[in-house]
């Protein structure tokens, strides 16, 4: 019996879980496109998005989540969860910030990502991120 979408989306967060690029990129069909929509154009195949991954666990390397619900459909789903990290400040006190993000995400009919969106609520990352002297790592 072939994969559902709910198994398919357990298997990317649990692989996602691991920081472990090449496993997440495998989960990508080759014409993938991710876009974190920050300001930032999307990036397209598998390479672009295994080096915006990359980049992303070397920026943030506590980063986790929390699943808020996930609403699954016929080769989709949209993941409702919150950013967790880290920020260390200039004088090495470190303190936990979070923000909530909204992922949509399509599946091709080999039950890949074929696209991966994902929103931040901009307000309460920018209250997380901009207090002077603090940087993810």
């Avoid at 989960?27 to 876009?35: A, R």
């Avoid at 992303?56 to 789903?77: A, K, M, N, S």
Wanted: with cysteine.
């Amino acid at each position: 019996m072939p994969p559902t979408t709910r198994d398919l989306f357990d298997t990317y967060a649990a692989t996602f879980a691991t920081r472990d690029v090449a496993a997440i990129v495998a989960l990508h069909s080759p014409g993938s496109q991710f876009w974190l929509h920050n300001g930032e154009r999307p990036v397209h195949g598998r390479t672009a998005v295994r080096d915006t991954f990359a980049a992303l666990f070397e920026q943030w390397p506590d980063l986790g989540f929390e699943t808020y619900r996930v609403i699954v459909g016929d080769r989709h789903w949209v993941l409702d969860w919150a950013l967790t990290a880290v920020l260390t400040g200039q004088d090495g006190h470190r303190r936990p910030i979070r923000f909530d993000c909204l992922d949509v995400v399509t599946l091709d009919a080999d039950g890949l990502v074929e696209r991966k969106d994902t929103f931040i609520d901009l307000p309460q990352a920018q209250a997380a991120l901009m207090t002077p002297g603090w940087t993810a790592r």
